[in-house]
């Protein structure tokens, strides 16, 4: 798999390629927020395995958060330009039950990003991290199954 990524401008596209190396076809630009690049899957929904493996073909990998001011950029910008829907992220506990880290970095979610009860591994089958929103603001995280189909959020690294 390989992606060739070009210099990040206002102007620029990138394609993805798949793993036989044949085009996905041209993908719009990383948008920047803050200080931090970012991909908004605003059509297609994917599990959260196939949408990890995206971000990576991209270069990238799921959105995770490490400061509140992250948190509360991304957030202003979805509701501002109107983009209000679940995302996945980066945060899982899928090697350690119970234990919600982002990956692949491994970092603990440290902020208290969670919904009220969140997380909860309801019916013991929730184990990947969605942005959840609720009347036109984003409300946190919660755990979620992982084959369930969300949009998603990939991060360039920096």
Not at 44 to 58: L, P
């Amino acid at each position: 798999m390989a992606s060739t990524v070009q210099t990040i401008d206002n102007n620029t596209d990138f394609t993805v390629y798949s793993a036989t190396k044949a085009a996905l076809g041209p993908r719009p630009l990383f948008t920047q927020i803050g200080n931090k690049f970012y991909f908004i899957e605003t059509e297609v929904k994917k599990n959260w395995h196939d949408a990890y493996s995206t971000c990576r073909q991209m270069g990238a990998h799921l959105i995770s958060f490490n400061t509140a001011d992250e948190w509360v950029e991304v957030s202003n910008y979805l509701v501002k330009n109107n983009i209000i829907m679940y995302y996945w992220t980066s945060g899982s506990d899928l090697a350690i039950q119970g234990n919600h880290v982002w990956f692949p970095s491994t970092d603990p979610i440290a902020l208290d990003l969670w919904r009220p009860g969140e997380p909860n591994n309801y019916k013991g089958i929730e184990h990947c991290d969605v942005m959840t929103f609720k009347a036109s603001s984003f409300t946190g995280l919660n755990d979620g199954q992982c084959d369930i189909l969300f949009r998603y959020i990939c991060q360039l690294s920096n």
